[in-house]
């Protein structure tokens, strides 16, 4: 009773795998014709960091004397931000050790003796 259906199944999986094969054939022929297309858009490993900043400086050098003093206002507010939380991560670091030490000095006071 079960030979006839592993027949089957064996035929069917041969069936298959002949039509992987020439699938397989036909794209390995078909890529093998196509030549390679580059891309017109710059790739990480090449971004020019100059031609940016040039862009940049570039930029402000447009803006209005109103404009510039807005952007430095911004641009000081960020770096403000940025210097006062890299100070509150400091800070937290430092009481973490201190009650850190604190906690392993009553552990070995009261606990250990």
Not at 22 to 46: D, F, G, L
Not at 81 to 94: M, W
Request: proline content about 5%; some cysteine.
């Amino acid at each position: 009773m079960n030979s006839p259906n592993n027949r089957d199944l064996e035929q069917k999986l041969q069936e298959l795998e002949r039509e992987l094969d020439r699938a397989a054939s036909k794209t390995e022929t078909n890529t093998a014709v196509e030549p390679e297309i580059q891309p017109n858009y710059p790739t990480s490993n090449s971004l020019n960091f100059d031609g940016v900043a040039t862009t940049l400086k570039n930029g402000f050098n447009a803006l209005p004397p109103a404009g510039k003093i807005v952007v430095a206002l911004v641009a000081s507010g960020f770096a403000l931000s940025v210097v006062s939380g890299v100070l509150h991560l400091l800070t937290s670091l430092i009481v973490l050790a201190i009650v850190g030490t604190l906690g392993y000095c009553a552990y070995q006071w009261f606990i250990k003796d």
